[in-house]
Structure formats: C-alpha cells, structure tokens
C-alpha cells in the first residue's frame, strides 16, 4: 500500500491500527468507500495540481477515476442516508498518475476523517484537535499546525467585485504571488483571461483605451456573428446570443483591470501574515472593515476554534495562521489547516467544505469539514517499532513427526503462543527451536519433555514468550 | 539458427506509401511479394521480416512484441503508451502533421485555450451540459484539457471525418490531426494560438524488451538505423565539384575555408588538373567539397567570386559518421 516498501506491513498496520483507535475515541466510525468512481465526482471540486495527477480511465464509454481522496465520496455517501450529523474515518489507497514523470509510484496509503452536518468552531477545533493528537499520541514531538481561512479570504475579495473566473484564477495564483510577486501575476492575468496579444491590455495607458473599447457596440458584433450565420457555418453547439454574450463579457472583464490591481494589492498584504495567533488575528482585524459583520463573524469563530485547541490539550505556540494557506482542493469554504513536521515534511490537512454536499446532489448547504493524513509521510516522522508480534517458535517437522509436530504447534497457539513448522534445514538458530524425537519426546531450550508433560513445556515456553 | 527481426510497417493510410518510399531512398527496398499479403522482406538485410499493419497496429505489435521494429506516426506512439515501447529515432523527415484543437470559425470569441476554458464552463453554466469534444486521440486529448485548465467535457470517440463533427451536430469541438489545415478551413473550423497538442511525423520504434534481452539481433537492427542515418545525413548536404583557378594551391584552400558554407565536412579536397597531353596544368584545380542542402546557391556564389568555374552539384545518398547517433541512443536506451 506504501510507496515505499522499505517499511515493513507491520509498521503500517499499527500505525493505522492506532489512529483508528484514537479517531474511534472521538466517535468516528469506520466506512469503506469505492476505489473506483465516476471521475466527476473528483473533477467537481478538485484544483488543477489534483486533476493533473487524476488517474482516470474509460470503460464503457464512462469517465472513471481511482480515487485520489475520500472527501468527495465520504460527500457522495453523505447525500445517500438520512442521519443529520456523521463522523466517519477512512484508510486505504488513494492513487494520482505521476507517469508524466516517470514515476511509478501510483498509489499511497491515506487515512481521513470527515465530520459532516456540524457547523461552527467546536467542529473545526475538533477535526484540527483530531489530526494533531491523532499523531501526538503515536509520538510527534515537533510539529506545527498551520490554519488559514479561506472562507474569509472570499469574503474579503468580493468587496472587488471581480467576476468569479477572475476571483478563480487569483485565489489558485495566491502562491505564486507571494512567491514572485504581483507584477507576475497580473502578467499571468493578462495572458490567461484577457487576450494578451492586443497590446493595449498590459500597457499602463490601458484607461485610456477603455473608453474606445467600450464604443465597440453590442450591434456590432451581433452583426459580425449574423455574417457568420448568414454564411451557413458551423455553430457547434452555441448560439448567437451565447458568443455575444461572452464578447461583452471578456470586455467587461477588461473594465476591471483596475480592481484585479487593486485586489492583487489586498492579497499582497494578506499574504505576507504567518504568525502566531494572537499577533496574526489583530493583523487580519485590522484589515476587515469594522461595518462588515460578516467578515467581523467570520474571524470571531475563527479566534473561538483555535482558543478551543487549548481545551484540548494542543500548545498555542506550535500554531501557525497564514491567512492565505491554500490546499489543492477547491472545494474548502471555511478554515483550512496543514500539519507539517518540523523537517518540512507535510504530513496531512483538511479543512471545512460546506458547498461539497450540495454539488454532489444533496439538498441545501451542509456544513462539513474534515482531513487526511498521508501515512508514508507520517511514519517518515514518528518512532514505531518495527515489529510489535512476538518471533514465532519453529517446530522442526519431518516426514515421521508431522501429525506430532502439527497437533504440538496447534496446542501452543490455543496457549497464544505463536508458532511456525520449519523443515530442519531452514530454521533459524537464532529463535527457539522445538525438536521432536523419534520416541515422540519433545526437546526445548536443552529440556526434554514427554507426551504427558505438555503442560510443563506450555508453562516454560510461556515465560520464554513474556520475557 | 539466426534469430530473426520482425520489422511492422504502416499497410495503409498516410504513411503507408510514403513509409515504403522512405526505404527505398535509404537503400532498404521493401519486397511485397504480393499486394494482398500482410508479410515481405528486406533483401538487403535477409535477417528481416516485414510485417504490414495498420498503422495502430504497428504500434500494437510492437508494443506486445509481436514486431521487434516499427515505423508509425509519433501521435500514435504517445497516445498508446507503454514500458515495453522505445522511440529509437522520433524524426524519420516524413508525415509530417499536428495534433491540435479546432473551434468552429463563428466563435468569434474564441482564440486560444484559455478562451474555450471559459466556454467549457458556459456549457455548464448555461446548457447544463459539458462540452464535447470529437477526437479518436482520447488520452492525449484529455491530458492536454486538464492541462488547459478544462475539466468538464465529454470526449466523443470518433473514426474518420471528424471535422464534420460540428456541424452534424454531435460534437462542438474537435481534436485531430492535420498537415495542411486545408480540411478544416472547409469545414469551417480554425485552430486556436496555443491549441497544437503535439507535433508529430513519422517514427522508429522498438520493443524494449525484445532488444535488451536477444542480443543476437542487434547487428541486423544496427544494420538497419545505420541505413537510415546516413540516409537522412545525406539528404542534408549536396557535393559540389568545381574547377578552381589559382597559383598557390594552400592560399586557394584557405579561400575556400574562409566561408562557412563551403569549409565542408572536414575541409575542401584539391587536386590538380592535368592538360590533354598529360602535362601538369599548375593553374587549375579540381575542387570537391560537401555543403548543406539550403546553402548551395550561396556555396557556388562564394566559388564564383574566388575563381571558381563549372561548378557542379549532386545530391549524396548516404553520409556514415563515425559511428550511428541513432544506434548509440538505442544502445543507451536498453542499458538503462
């Protein structure tokens, strides 16, 4: 299930084993989901860096994909029952299609939980409590919880009034910007949403052309596409009314240059805010207009779901907020977190997604929020041991003793003893070795034993087991 | 027994004649015992089998390694994938054509990828509906969309004629191969800016697996890419022979070098003329010099101005260079 095999299934298995445990404390039950679904199910939400990697393939003429997370089948699976609040927990193989790069490595072994149908602080405190003492209690000593919000961040950008591919294609550049700047974007802009070879549209005189642009009347080119109609060509599908209307609106979206400019400026400054609570918080304030009490709202349950971390035994000083965290899916509406160790290393994240449920068929908004662990990059960081059974007892077992050999290795396991059966020649000298005499007498650890002091041997090979 | 290389050739479609010409220009004429039969061979490689296919299956076979060797269309090699498949030479100088995206002409709003992104999602805003997309290249079409930022549409698998999807009405948009774009034009369809997913000619290709593992078949395959090297070298030079006037022969060499175009692979040859009765002409040279095919013209220009007469040119069948560029990689390739 790993990508890399050098980690043995054990390992694995206790990890998930102990996480599982730790999400059942919390009430979380168990759900299978499908390996195989609808690539729709993925594609309607997920961010472009997922849909890459998306392995997707055809059969009988469907689109299908491997599941590349659970949220949105965890959504789907919500929309198809009738209680009002879940919490389930999920483990299994997501996979993403690195062949691009010539990997091979397809498939990875995540665990996640979703609680869905609970709005508010206390449930996004709960699953960020949940991810990080999931991972404290199996040993995590540093680590960092980084939470941003992205819910807030929209709510702050429509004030731009920017139409939603614009306000689409800033949010998914929000790293960029704070990595190479605002220059960078908005040239990314122009040659992205607006048609960059026209050269008035990236020339700082830009203004002044708008007005000429704006006398290019609707008649115009309605008369343009009514030549082409008249021409008895092709329309593939669209109308007249359907190419005018996005014409006007590609020169509308020309109009508002000035507010992609002015909104690259606001996600400059909240960009460069990634400090601890209390400091990041009185930054954000001061950013959200005192009038606006939704934004006002927004931040208090924000402050209300960290303080609550508190109660739940999780330091304030290993929590990061970085306001513009972004993760790879577009479907978060609300808080979104990461957990990182402190190597770097991205162990997993989630975050609150209350228009999923909805877009997959089920009825009105419903709050959700949830998060994955990638456990190859878990056990990268926590100290399991490897091996957690007890070395097994070899019976050595030849053609004369089998039946001995089989009904001695049976009563020793009734005992929780564990055995293997070893033909003479491959056991090991290393572990203890159980041989049977030709008289059907047994010899262990130098003792011998007969048929009738079984018990004997149970007993010794017991404090052997404990010891 | 001499193992022997099974070589899939294209039976029909567009590169299908031209893949036979291609051949015979380097010197491996393909004998067809008869136009029905799917086999043949290479008399001048005996260690050859031909194995006509259609052009899908060319890469089919060799893919499973029915074929050692194949020659298809770069389109399709990317767009069937598999472990056990190698490039060995990618550009064989014919068939050339692109996979691209093209857009009915009366979307006026439409002119590059970013543009269809946003009527993909007008579809779905305004029609409930994706957008489809007519195209037999299905995986190269879907990853090129998904790279464009497209993710909502309907690939509709289509076989032929594609471009009229349009306007019968059970596509919007198309997928394809062209060479020329004449075809499209009539259908009224046009290409977008940035909408050419790859480009493609004709390929050489070999089954992994085949050539790691049966070593004995290497001097047959080496015989054959070495063919097809010096082949494609030669189509890229012409040797001029010209009579050069002049009293110091070195000073004439240095003349001839001194220009790009006509300092030749190594250098130019010189060699003197002799009169009719066999008497040393001292003034005149004889001049033989390869030069690149597009710089001919500029060659004899430079020839002339130092002197140099009756020039003539003919084409060059085959260059061998030290050692085959294509048999090297291939070597790399199976070592790795």
Redesign the interface.
Known sequence: MLSSLSIPTETVNNLVAAIQHEMALYGYQLIETPIIAPA?LF?TR?G?QI??K?F?F?RHGQ?LALRPEFTAEAAYRYTQQDAAIVRWQFAGAIFEDN??NFQRDYQRLSIGAELIGMSGPAADAEIMSLAACGLIKQGLQHWTLVIGHTGLMRHLLARFRLDT?TERFLLSHINMLCEQGKSVVLEAFD???L?S?TPHLAAPNADAHLSEVAEVSTYD?LG??LD??QRN??????TQQ??AR??LQ?RRRLAERQQVIDALDFLEMWGQISAPPDQAFDSIASMIDPDDTLAGKLLDDWRSAVQLLIAYGIDLDQVVIRPHLSRNWDYYTGIVFELHADNGIHLGGGGRYDELISLVGGEGTTPAVGFAYYVDQVLSCIPISSITHPEPIFIIVNQDNQQIAAALAHTLRLHEIPVSLYPHETASSDQTCIIIDKHGDIHADGVRYTSEEIDTLIAALQRVHHD | MTDRVTLALPSKGALADPTIDFLRDCGLRVHKPNPRQYTGSLPAIPEFDVLFQRVRDVVYKVSDGTAHLGIAGYDLVREHPHDDLLVIHDSLGYGHCQLLVAVPEAWVDVQNMADLMEVSLDFREYKQRNIRIATTYTNLARQFLHSQGIHHFTLVRAEGAIEAAPTLGYADVIIDLTQTGTTLRENHLKTLTDGVIIEAQACLIGNYRLLKHKPNLLRAVRQFVEYIDAALQGKQYYQITANMQGDDVEQLAQQIASNPVTRGLQGPTLAPIYAPNGESNKRWHTLTIIVESDKLLPAVEHLRSIGGTQTSAIPIRYVFMEESPTYRRLLQQIET
């Open positions: 729709d594609l997920a472009d849909i890459n998306l997707t055809e689109q062949s691009q591919r040659r992205a949403l048609d070879r080119m343009i596409l082409v109609s060509m092709t329309m593939g599908g669209r359907d190419i996005r014409l590609k």
